[in-house]
């Protein structure tokens, strides 16, 4: 099956500076990989994904880069702010063996982003 | 954009007892549902997908008997916790996948969450 894994687990900047946060999956087949926020005792929220077809991805302090041949992904903030910090997750979406059809995503372990003001 | 919700946010209940968790897609029509678990400081776990109108698949691991999935229509899916016990105390979430969306896109929405304490 798929294995994400993912790297800082912790991630400490001063506000205004920018935070990487990196990816790597084992599953060639996975072709989608959204990048979840959760706030403490919230659900995920899906702040930008990026399909196997494309290389990058910007939605104006966020970007997500794919390099599949290395099949690694990695997000980038930049111009921190406060309310940037939570919990971030990497995911990629791979087919399910028993399922026709059938998808699931698997999650990294998450990184805390902690923005300093 | 596509919003899930899920009842109750919070629940306490005592050991022994049964509890149940709606999820429901408030906006559009999900075919499939996922309920994951978390613990603290931890990542998503992926417990059972569930597809309208047929059963729940498990995950390794997961005891069907013991979390029950049912998914009767296209906007809700319940998971019921069955005999709790302290153990079992722990952040459950849904998410679903927009019925709409091509198959070969399955963005998944993520519901708030319910916080599960057993005594």
């Known amino acids: 099956g798929e294995n994400v894994e993912q790297h800082p687990s912790t991630l400490s900047v001063q506000e205004g500076d920018s935070a990487v946060i990196k990816c790597t999956y084992s599953?060639?087949?996975?072709?989608?990989f959204p990048w979840y926020k959760q706030e403490l005792g919230k659900g995920p929220q899906l702040i930008i994904d990026?399909?196997?077809?494309?290389g990058e991805k910007k939605d104006q302090r966020i970007a997500v880069t794919l390099n599949k041949t290395a099949k690694h992904f990695s997000l980038h903030i930049t111009e921190t702010q406060p309310e940037d910090s939570a919990v971030y997750f990497c995911?990629?979406?791979?087919?399910?063996?028993?399922?026709?059809?059938?998808?699931?995503?698997?999650f990294g372990k998450g990184t805390k982003l902690s923005v300093i003001p | 954009g596509a919003v899930v919700s899920q009842h109750p946010s919070r629940v306490i209940c005592k050991s022994g007892t049964s509890v149940k968790i709606e999820c429901r897609s408030l906006?559009?029509?999900?075919?499939?549902m996922f309920w994951y678990r978390q613990f603290p400081k931890k990542s998503l776990m992926l417990m059972a997908t569930?597809?309208?109108?047929?059963?729940?698949?498990?995950e390794q691991g997961v005891e069907k008997d013991k979390f029950l999935i049912n998914h009767a229509s296209l906007t809700l899916s319940t998971l019921t916790v069955t005999s709790a016990h302290p153990e079992d105390s722990s952040f459950y979430i849904c998410?679903?996948?927009?019925?709409?969306?091509?198959?070969?896109?399955?963005?998944?929405?993520f519901g708030p969450g319910t916080r599960l304490t057993v005594l």
């Open positions: 569930s597809n309208e109108g047929s059963k729940a698949t498990y």
């Open positions: 599953d060639s087949a996975s072709n989608y």
């Open positions: 995911a990629g979406l791979n087919p399910v063996a028993s399922g026709a059809g059938s998808y699931q995503l698997t």
């Open positions: 906006d559009f029509q999900a075919t499939t």
């Open positions: 998410s679903a996948r927009d019925h709409s969306a091509p198959s070969s896109y399955n963005e998944q929405f």
């Open positions: 990026i399909r196997s077809n494309v």
